[in-house]
């Protein structure tokens, strides 16, 4: 199946670390992406990885991958009010992308 | 500059209506994608266009019809909108860059509420 899946919702508190999780399907996706979705508005890329990479860091963001798994994550350090939103993992497919059900950061002050 | 424009934003109509949606991107990609995302915030993919030609069709029913009249331009035709219709729509587009990676950018999205 196609099935990507994340946790449906997570709540830190301002300063934190965040981590969100996704199990993706499909093992001959050559790249695994995290999107943003801030309220009322479409969806921004946060970062992405190369299949054959275990790890990459971005500033405050970064994305674990366990291949064997099919495990990806997203951790945010030093999580903000402003990182509050809605994250979408993503596998790459033959012209589309397979997201997964999303995941709702709340942030609390 | 808007990168992915959708208009209209919000559309509220009533059933067995027939609707469009219109998609613009002037990022000079040559693919181009509507996406459905449902109340629960699940995001499907519905079409992909490339170089105006269909490439995916995701078992959506035949009242959706897609039109891309040039590769900057991917319309939504809708017949007979029912209740299960309403959701947020959102057009996409991307150029491949570099073997295998491309990353989509999204347009602010319509909600189409059906009545």
């Known amino acids: 199946g196609e099935d990507v899946e994340q946790s449906l919702f997570l709540s830190v508190r301002e300063g934190d670390s965040s981590v969100i999780n996704c199990t993706y399907t499909?093992?001959?996706?050559?790249?695994l992406y995290w999107y943003k979705q801030e309220p009322g508005a479409g969806l921004q890329l946060l970062t992405y990885?190369?299949?054959?990479?275990d790890m990459k860091q971005d500033q405050r963001l970064t994305v674990l991958l366990n291949k064997k798994d099919k495990h990806l994550s997203l951790r945010i350090a030093d999580t903000q009010t402003g990182d509050s939103a809605i994250y979408f993992c993503?596998?790459?497919?033959?012209?589309?992308?397979?997201f997964g059900t999303g995941t709702r950061l709340k942030v609390l002050a | 500059d808007t990168a992915v424009s959708q208009t209209p934003k919000y559309l509220v109509t009533q059933m067995g209506n027939d609707k469009s949606i219109k998609c613009e991107q002037n990022?000079?990609?040559?693919?181009m994608y509507w996406y459905k995302q449902d109340s629960k915030k699940f995001l499907k993919i519905m079409f992909s266009?490339?170089?105006?030609?269909?490439?995916i069709n995701e078992t959506v029913p035949n009242r959706f019809s897609p039109k891309s009249p040039d590769k900057a331009h991917l319309n939504l035709h809708i017949n007979s909108l029912e209740l299960g219709d309403s959701a947020v729509y959102f057009c996409?587009?991307?150029?491949?860059?570099?073997?295998?990676?491309?990353?989509?950018?999204f347009g602010p999205g319509t909600r189409l509420t059906v009545t």
């Open positions: 996409a587009s991307s150029q491949e860059r570099q073997a295998s990676f491309y990353e989509q950018y």
């Open positions: 499909d093992s001959s996706s050559t790249y």
């Open positions: 990885i190369f299949s054959n990479m």
């Open positions: 993503a596998e790459q497919g033959t012209y589309k992308y397979i």
């Open positions: 990022l000079g990609h040559d693919t």
């Open positions: 266009y490339n170089n105006k030609e269909l490439i």
